[in-house]
């Protein structure tokens, strides 16, 4: 170092390195002979250094390398980079004409790395080629330069990237306007299924996004879990890339492999503004996913206003097995709360799913005695039979009686189509103590049904022990 610094004779500086002088020897600075060199132009010691082993990839603490400190002098390039170095590579498999394009190097310098022999498609450690390095800085000239020098169309890297989905990455938005203009593939996947739009969506790269879709790409690609693009957008929280994704055609019913569609991602999210413009387009927010989970089953304990924007405002939906959104707030557990909300939102107390099962049927069976409480205070129908002839006094009796008094004192004074009172059930399954409970807070007995049966009829018809029947009499 202090030879170059001094100027001194190039025989000097050969004597020093034949007598065991280091060439790769750095200062506090970082800085070694060879970048000394370059920063003075002393063409003679660089020409010296490069051919007796100096590490042309050597960084100093600023993270120049005497390589990126002469890549706008095309002259002292030439000289650095020779036959006797030309195929070196940095520490990560980096060629000199990585560095260059990275680095927006000259025209003129790329054209000499070029001309002297280093490959226009070599890949380093991670499998990238120059035109890679080139996205990194958006380096679009360089990405044309290296288009007509014959780079492969849709090379991949280690991970099935392409030079597109790097442009994505690195926000390249001229480089990657140069290589649709060459005519790479818009749809070509990474291993990880994922196309430069689904990367796109991802990283909210929206100009790359109008870029990429203006030259055709699959709106509706999905990556190896199935996922798809307007799904990639909305569980990154990109909400300007989902509106562009629908505005343009993205299909939101599409499912991955887990059963999942978009609406399912907008209420992980919890942001009203995704769920909002999902509600809009009628995908339902009781679809279900392979565990039965819905949109409003994951939305359901973050409040009325975000329960609202999912819901919309169809108060007949229903999931496949016909759940209402009160179905499902049994399902999920929910908080009373939202009980409340969806009966003053006007939906159905009594409706019933595909096992014929109501809300508050549900709600008996599931020990959710505060719900059972509040839908009965709101007239909810305990007679509705099910596919298998139970309703809730049935279901209380068999599977939670501490709700059976509740339900009694909601329907003293009512009956079924048929005119069969809570007692008539209970005749039917419920053992002595039951029934003596009953009538010791107020079912009548003696009260006949359309048919004229008392609950000791039906306990007759249905061969209940004699004490069960005597007791009814």
């Known amino acids: 170092q202090i030879a170059t610094l001094g100027g001194m004779s190039s025989s000097l500086v050969i004597r020093l390195i034949n007598a065991g002088a280091r060439v790769n020897a750095a200062n506090k600075k970082g800085l ?28 100093d603490i600023n993270g120049e390398s005497p390589l990126t400190r002469c890549l706008r002098d095309g002259n002292i390039l030439k000289i650095l980079v020779n036959a006797s170095n030309l195929k070196v590579t940095d520490a990560y498999g980096n060629t000199p004409l990585h560095i260059a394009l990275e680095h927006k190097a000259t025209a003129g310098s790329v054209r000499y790395l070029l001309d002297a022999g280093i490959a226009v498609d070599v890949a380093n450690c991670y499998g990238e080629t120059p035109l890679f390095s080139a996205t990194k800085s958006d ?7 290296l288009i007509k020098a014959g780079a ?25 306007a140069k290589l649709l203009a060459a005519g790479y593939d818009v749809d070509i996947k990474n291993q990880s299924g994922k196309t430069p739009l689904a990367e796109a969506a991802r990283q909210n790269r929206i100009e790359i996004m ?22 990639d957008a909305i569980q990154c929280k990109n909400p300007v890339a989902a509106s562009l994704l629908l505005k343009k055609g993205a299909d939101p019913t599409i499912v991955d492999v887990y059963g999942r569609n978009a609406f399912h991602e907008a209420t992980t999210t919890e942001l009203e503004e995704l769920i909002s413009l999902i509600q809009k387009t009628g995908v339902s927010p009781l679809s279900t996913d392979l565990h ?6 994951i939305i359901i304990r973050k409040g009325d206003k975000l329960i609202q924007s999912t819901l919309g405002t169809n ?49 008996v069976s599931a020990g959710m005695n505060d719900a059972v409480k509040y839908l009965l205070s709101c007239g909810a129908d305990v007679f509705t039979l099910d596919t298998t002839g139970s309703n809730a006094v049935t279901t209380s009796i068999t599977d939670n009686p501490s709700v059976l008094i509740d339900i009694l004192n909601a329907n003293k004074n009512k009956t079924d189509a048929n005119g069969n009172t809570v007692l008539h059930y209970a005749a039917q399954c419920a053992d002595s103590n039951v029934l003596s409970v009953l009538m010791q807070y107020g079912a009548d007995k003696y009260t006949k049904n359309k048919k004229g049966e008392t609950a000791a009829d039906i306990a007759q018809n249905f061969n209940r022990p004699a004490d069960i029947i005597q007791i009814l009499r």
Request: glycine letters at 6%; charged letters at 15%.
């Open 32 to 59: 070694t002979p060879l970048a000394q060199a370059v920063a003075l132009k002393n063409v003679e010691h660089i020409k010296i250094y490069s051919t007796h082993g100096a590490d042309i990839f050597a960084a």
């Open 139 to 145: 380096n679009y000239q360089g990405v044309q330069q």
């Open 152 to 176: 492969i169309k849709n090379i991949t890297d280690n991970q099935g990237n392409t030079a597109l989905h790097a442009c994505v990455r690195w926000a390249a938005e001229k480089s990657c």
């Open 210 to 231: 109008k870029q990429l879709i203006a030259k055709g790409a699959n709106l509706n690609s999905q990556d190896v879990t199935g996922k798809s693009i307007l799904m």
């Open 292 to 297: 039965g989970k819905t949109p409003f089953g």
């Open 315 to 363: 108060r007949n939906i229903v999931d496949v097995n016909k759940n209402n959104p009160l179905h499902i707030a049994v399902i999920e557990n929910a908080p009373l709360s939202v009980f409340e909300l969806l009966v003053k939102l006007g939906y159905d107390i009594n409706a019933k799913n595909n096992s014929g099962k109501t809300p508050v049927q549900l709600a």
